[in-house]
């Protein structure tokens, strides 16, 4: 049991700390320091992290995830 805790634990921090990677690759396509198909590939992996971890809140409260995709996250 202390270590499914501690993989969700992870899993938490990872999306905490992806949601912060694709703040930054935002931030760099508003100042055009990267093109729009570099910042989709760009932010494949924190994506998938991001929507595991907020699927594991969601389930935890009861509610069910809707997937984010790119479009949706750089509004």
């Known amino acids: 049991m202390k270590q499914k805790r501690s993989l969700v634990k992870n899993i938490l921090r990872e ?10 690759i935002k931030s760099l396509m508003k100042v055009g320091d990267i093109s729009y198909s570099q910042a989709v590939e760009m932010s494949k992996a924190p994506l998938n992290l991001l929507n595991k971890g907020m699927g594991i809140v969601a389930k935890r409260y009861g509610k069910k995830h809707k997937m984010v995709s790119f479009s949706a996250y750089m509004r």
């Open 15 to 24: 999306a905490r700390l992806s949601k912060y990677r694709l703040d930054e």
